[in-house]
């Protein structure tokens, strides 16, 4: 038997897909180097990828309920919004010749394949991007923790958040707030909790805490980047 492949789940959010540049909930051309960079790391890397895409270019949860909308539906309409994020990034993986599957956490038949566990990890065995879609499928949850389930599922070694906002990586404190905040290189997460600093959600800090997943916190929009944090290079911040 062949050694085992390095497993990496990347999550990224679904801002990621929209552009400052133009008023596109998905910019084209965003999607398409993301892709790209996805595809050549992976190929080159000779690794095994999972992709957890968000939906915050579209619609999040919280906004329809701090409107007064049902809080489940609401939270409906996000994963969908994830849907059509992974479908984006599905078609600009195949334009990059990566074969690429979408498996929804919410049954879509015509759309995507449902999320079997052991039907994802075949995918990866045999070379395709792995997108997840919906989510885990439940409302009250965000496609962070989603991300840190799928990867404890599937045994990936690494979780690779993908940050979007300029912020390269977990700070001391805000570094867009105050001029003194420095980066971690390395971080535990009882330091993240303890502390309060903003790296995914809670509930997902703990869980991976729990599961003793690491996770490579990285500016996602830097050239090179995807491959560098895929890759096992020491870019942003280590969490474990
Ligand atoms: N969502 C959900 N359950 C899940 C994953 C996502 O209800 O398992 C909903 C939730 O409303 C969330 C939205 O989908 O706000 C979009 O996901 P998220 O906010 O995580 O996207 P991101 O900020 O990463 O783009």
């Known amino acids: 038997m062949s ?15 929209a552009s400052s540049a133009s008023d596109e909930t998905i910019d084209a051309s965003m999607v398409e180097r993301i892709a790209l ?38 939270d409906t309409m996000g994963m969908l919004a ?3 994020n992974a479908l984006a990034l599905q078609d600009a993986l195949e334009h ?4 690429t599957r979408v498996l929804s956490a919410v049954q879509m038949a015509e759309v995507a394949e449902p ?9 990866l065995e045999k070379g395709r991007v792995v997108v997840f879609a919906a989510g885990m499928g439940n409302p009250y949850f965000t496609t962070d923790t989603s991300a840190a389930l799928r990867a404890a599922e599937i045994e990936a070694d690494l979780l690779c958040k993908g940050t979007h906002g300029g912020v390269d990586g977990v700070y001391t404190a805000d570094p867009r707030k105050d001029p003194n905040a420095t980066r971690y290189h390395e971080v535990s997460f009882m330091e993240v909790v303890s502390r309060d600093l903003r790296v995914m959600d ?13 996770i490579r916190v990285f500016d996602l929009m830097g050239p090179g980047n995807i491959r560098r944090a895929l890759g ?6 280590l969490v474990r």
């Open 202 to 214: 809670l509930t997902a800090i703990t869980f991976c805490k729990d599961n003793g997943l690491p």
């Open 3 to 17: 050694p085992a492949k390095r497993r990496i789940v990347l999550k990224m959010s679904g801002e990621a897909l």
């Open 115 to 123: 999320y079997i566990r052991r039907r994802a990890i075949r995918h």
């Open 37 to 74: 960079e996805m595809a050549r790391a992976r190929e080159e890397l000779d690794l095994e990828l999972a992709v957890m895409v968000g939906g915050g270019n579209i619609w999040r949860g919280t906004t329809g309920a701090g409107a007064g909308m049902d809080r489940a539906t609401s």
């Open 96 to 99: 990059h010749d990566q074969p």
């Open 232 to 237: 096992g290079e020491p870019i942003g911040t």
């Open 82 to 84: 994830t849907v059509i």
